[in-house]
């Protein structure tokens, strides 16, 4: 299938036109649009991530419970696919190395592609962001999502992110839960937290705009209730 990103970077959407035969797998809710014959369901079954127990799996992590399947009976059948956030989509092609990617990053995959929940424990408990990332397998095209621009970081030793702002990153890549500055105290009295610092060589992607940030800042202006 052949997929173009339309709208960079702030609104994107994906356009994606598949050959006879061929089926993509998208986060349930995402399609804005697609040819009358495409053939559209929904599953809770994906790869080694399958059955019930896979969607609830799916749904603590802060993803849909369903995914939807696109098939496309001819050639040229076009889905329209957009995240919910504003923000920018990133096509990554899969490779032996693998790829975790932060759950509601995750936007679509070609069928081939297995999506596990991957549980980091107290590491992601304690950075104060989800604790379930997606595991990432199989090959083909995966869409990544972000909250405004994604921007792609060559790590090479070490590197330290923010949790929030964290979309993907490859499997040979290392990552531990760490303080920003010397100070415990000192990091979260400045408004910086915990981060990843990633050890390793690889490929890291993140996102410019933290969601759970914007969503403070915005749910303290609203009216109480």
Same mark, same amino acid.
């Given at each position: ?67 939807? *399947? ?65 595991? *990432?397998?199989?090959?083909?095209? *995966? ?22 702002? *964290? ?10 839960? =760490? ?28 996102? =410019? ?17």
């Amino acid at each position: 299938m052949n997929i173009d990103i339309l709208h960079q970077p702030d609104s994107a959407i994906a356009h994606i036109r598949m050959r006879a035969g061929e089926e993509l797998v998208a986060e349930a809710g995402s399609m804005i649009a697609m040819s009358s014959y495409i053939n559209a369901s929904t599953t809770l079954r994906q790869g080694k991530n399958g059955g019930i127990w896979g969607g609830l799996k799916r749904m603590m992590a802060g993803e849909s419970l369903f995914l939807s *399947i696109f098939r496309s009976p001819t050639h040229d059948g076009e889905v329209f696919l957009a995240p919910k956030l504003m923000g920018d989509i990133l096509i990554y092609q899969m490779s032996s190395v693998g790829l975790v990617v932060q759950a509601s990053s995750y936007l679509a995959s070609e069928a081939n592609v297995d999506i596990n929940v991957g549980f980091q424990g107290f590491r992601s408990f304690f950075s104060g962001e989800s604790i379930f990332w997606l595991d *990432i397998g199989g090959s083909g095209q *995966i869409i990544l999502t972000s909250f405004g621009a994604i921007y792609e970081i060559l790590v090479d030793g070490e590197y330290i992110v923010d949790t929030g702002h *964290i979309v993907a990153f490859e499997k040979s890549l290392n990552f531990s839960i =760490t303080k920003v500055g010397s100070s415990l105290i000192g990091a979260f009295l400045g408004g910086e937290g915990l981060a990843c610092r990633f050890q390793g060589k690889g490929r890291l992607f993140c996102q =410019t705009h933290n969601a759970n940030a914007f969503g403070q800042i915005v749910g303290s202006q609203l009216p109480a209730k």
